[in-house]
C-alpha cells in the first residue's frame, strides 16, 4: 500500500492504532526520542515488518486534569492555576 497525504490523516486522527501499509493492528513502538522541537518514535508492524517513525510535537499542557493550549483563552480561575509563572500572559 502506498502512503499518501490522506492515508497519514487517517492514520494520525486513529491515534496511530494499526499498520500504515497492512492495515493490522500489530504495532510495537520504540522509545520516545527529542530530535529539536520535536519528539520521534519508532513503529514496526509486527505483521508485515514495515517501519516508520511517529512525529510529536507540543500543542499544550495538563495541569491536574485540566488542558491548555496557546489558542485556548485562559480564564481567570485558570490563570490562577499557573501563576507559579510556568504559563504567563
Not at 517513525?53 to 499542557?61: C, D, S, W
Amino acid at each position: 500500500m502506498r502512503i499518501t497525504a490522506k492515508r497519514v490523516q487517517v492514520y494520525i486522527d486513529g491515534n496511530g492504532s494499526y499498520c500504515l501499509f497492512c492495515d493490522a493492528n500489530s504495532l510495537v513502538a520504540g522509545s520516545p526520542e527529542v530530535s529539536g522541537e520535536k519528539v520521534v518514535v519508532g513503529v514496526v508492524c509486527k505483521k508485515c515488518s514495515k517501519q516508520w517513525q511517529n512525529v510529536f510535537e507540543l500543542t499544550g499542557v495538563f495541569r491536574g486534569e485540566r488542558y491548555f493550549t496557546a489558542t485556548n483563552k485562559l480564564s481567570p480561575k485558570n490563570r490562577k492555576e499557573f501563576s507559579d509563572g510556568f504559563l504567563s500572559y
